[in-house]
Nanobody, 117 residues
Framework: QVQLVESGGGLVSAGGSLRLSCAAS????????MGWYRQAPGKQREFVAN???????NTADSVKGRFTISRDNAKNTFYLQMNSLKPEDTAVYYC???????????WGKGTLVTVSS
């Protein structure tokens, strides 16, 4: 079993920065893909960014150039650095681990990011 706990959310003014962290516990494999998703009020959950075991990253167009995902395998922790935040980035942010060989998906409970204009 894998448990994920997000931290780092909060209230920030437009143009500001936040760094989200996701601490994973349980059995974590270096081959696991780690990612971030978000869900704004009244909207569906959407992909933000992920990082594969080799460090290759994918980022949604809406945050490209502003958000950076990274992982520290030694700490079983991954991060989302968010710069130049906009009010439309306001959402609950969820971290995710996807284990392709087992088809397993693990989710944190989410952390709220609010960007004021």
């Amino acid at each position: 079993q894998v448990q994920l706990v997000e931290s780092g959310g909060g209230l920030v003014s437009a143009g500001g920065s936040l760094r989200l962290s996701c601490a994973a516990s349980g059995i974590i494999f270096s081959s696991d893909a780690m990612g971030w998703y978000r869900q704004a009020p009244g909207k569906q959950r959407e992909f933000v960014a992920n990082v594969a075991s080799g460090g290759r990253t994918n980022t949604a167009d809406s945050v490209k150039g502003r958000f950076t995902i990274s992982r520290d395998n030694a700490k079983n922790t991954f991060y989302l650095q968010m710069n130049s935040l906009k009010p439309e980035d306001t959402a609950v942010y969820y971290c995710n681990i996807f284990r392709a060989w087992g088809g397993m998906d693990y989710w944190g409970k989410g952390t709220l990011v609010t960007v004021s204009s």
